[in-house]
């Protein structure tokens, strides 16, 4: 049993299809949080990489964890609807095997040091206990910028 649905986690994050990259959360502590990804064939980078031979492309397995670790950040943080988690760095990645349809991501991210809004992690993913990527990230939680509106009275750009 998840801790938190794909429902749960899209009220933390703001990812939406296809970019959101974390299925559910089965363990979250104040340090630590361990996420599923389900590579499947539908998956719209199979598309183009590669369709003789689909791999999921490793920046996307990075991906998956930083948005495994930006849950952990934003689940804490009681006015989460008004930040955001944005990637900083990504130190120290290392791809160890091809991710392929079928695998199931499991994304472990645990806090090495936190700073006011920085956080650096620490993160391996691995498929059926092999480990397949690892990696030391840095994120920043900011505000999120106000929409941008035109001026008013502005007529549109002409097509």
Do not use: W
Not at 52 to 74: C, D, H, R, S
């Amino acid at each position: 049993m998840p801790l938190l649905d794909v429902n749960e986690i899209r009220r933390i994050l703001p990812h939406r299809y296809p970019f959101l990259l974390v299925d559910r959360i089965v363990e979250l502590e104040n340090e630590s949080i361990v996420g599923i990804k389900n590579v499947t064939v539908n998956e719209p980078f199979f598309q183009g990489h590669f369709p003789e031979f689909p791999v999921m492309p490793g920046v996307l397995i990075v991906e998956a964890m930083a948005q495994t670790a930006g849950v952990l950040v934003l689940k804490s943080i009681p006015d989460r609807d008004r930040k955001i988690v944005l990637l900083a760095s990504v130190d120290v990645a290392k791809f160890r095997r091809p991710v392929v349809p079928g695998d199931q991501l499991r994304i472990e991210m645990t806090v090495l040091r936190r700073k006011g809004s920085v956080a650096k992690m620490a993160g391996r993913a691995t498929v059926d206990g092999v480990l397949v990527a690892e990696a030391e990230m840095m994120c920043k939680l900011q505000d999120k910028a106000p929409l941008i509106e035109p001026p008013s009275g502005a007529e549109p750009a002409a097509e």
